[in-house]
T-cell receptor, first 112, second 112 residues
Framework: KNEVEQSPQNLTAQEGEFITINCSYS?????LHWLQQHPGGGIVSLFM???GKKKHGRLIATINIQEKHSSLHITASHPRDSAVYIC??????????????FGKGTLLTVNP | KAGVTQTPRYLIKTRGQQVTLSCSPI?????VSWYQQTPGQGLQFLFE???????NKGNFPGRFSGRQFSNSRSEMNVSTLELGDSALYLC???????????FGPGTRLTVL
C-alpha cells in the first residue's frame, strides 16, 4: 500500500461544478502539500498546510490530522483548472529521517 | 522577479555517460530542492539544499549527487547513466526550508 493515496485517479467535470479531490496518508506528517501540474510539466505549489483549512480564490484545502486525510476543493470549476493535482506529505525531522512522499496524482478535466 | 530557471531544458545522453543539470533559484531564495518525475514512479524527492548544505536526501543511489553554491544556484549530477534515469528533473526554490516552493520548468533527460 502506498503511503499516500489519492482519489479519484481521473475526474471529468462540467464547467461550474464543485470538485473534490481526496488524499489519505498512513504516516505521521509535519506538513501536506497540494501541487498543480499542467500539460507540459509546469508545477505550481497551491497549498502547504499542517492543520485546518486554507483558501485561495476558488481553491480550498482542508486537512484532518487525526483521520490522516486531506481534501482539495475547487468551486465553480473552469476548463483552465484542467490539470493533474498532486498531494505530497512531509514526514521526519530532517537529515536522513526526512521524507517527502508524493501521491500518484488526480487528472482533472473540466469540459466547457 | 524572474522565476526558477533550469538548464538545459532537454538533454539526450547514452548509457554510462554522466550529466550535470543546473538550477537558478528565484532571487533571495536560499533553499533548493530537486525532484525526479517518471511515468511509472511519479514524483520522487532527490535532495534539498540550504545555504550550501544538503539538508535532506531522498532514497536514490549514490550516482545521484548535488551541490549548492554561495549564490544559491544548484547543480545535480548523475553518473553512469542508466536507461531508467530517463525522466523530467525538476528544481524548486523557496526562501527557506519548509516554505512554499516555486518550481522550475524542468529538464527532460533521455538516456539511450
Amino acid at each position: 500500500k502506498n503511503e499516500v493515496e489519492q482519489s479519484p485517479q481521473n475526474l471529468t467535470a462540467q464547467e461550474g461544478e464543485f470538485i473534490t479531490i481526496n488524499c489519505s496518508y498512513s504516516v505521521g506528517i509535519s506538513a501536506l502539500h497540494w501541487l498543480q501540474q499542467h500539460p507540459g510539466g509546469g508545477i505550481v505549489s497551491l497549498f502547504m498546510l499542517s492543520s485546518g483549512k486554507k483558501k485561495h480564490g476558488r481553491l480550498i484545502a482542508t486537512i484532518n490530522i487525526q483521520e490522516k486525510h486531506s481534501s482539495l476543493h475547487i468551486t465553480a470549476s473552469h476548463p483552465r483548472d484542467s490539470a493533474v493535482y498532486i498531494c505530497a506529505v512531509r514526514s521526519g525531522s530532517g537529515g536522513s529521517n526526512y521524507k517527502l512522499t508524493f501521491g500518484k496524482g488526480t487528472l482533472l478535466t473540466v469540459n466547457p | 522577479k524572474a522565476g526558477v530557471t533550469q538548464t538545459p531544458r532537454y538533454l539526450i545522453k547514452t548509457r554510462g555517460q554522466q550529466v550535470t543539470l543546473s538550477c537558478s533559484p528565484i532571487s533571495g531564495h536560499r533553499s533548493v530542492s530537486w525532484y525526479q518525475q517518471t511515468p511509472g514512479q511519479g514524483l520522487q524527492f532527490l535532495f534539498e539544499y540550504f545555504s550550501e548544505t544538503q539538508r535532506n536526501k531522498g532514497n536514490f543511489p549514490g550516482r545521484f549527487s548535488g551541490r549548492q553554491f554561495s549564490n544559491s544556484r544548484s547543480e545535480m549530477n548523475v553518473s553512469t547513466l542508466e536507461l531508467g534515469d530517463s525522466a523530467l528533473y525538476l528544481c524548486a526554490s523557496s526562501l527557506a526550508v519548509r516554505d512554499t516552493q516555486y518550481f522550475g520548468p524542468g529538464t527532460r533527460l533521455t538516456v539511450l
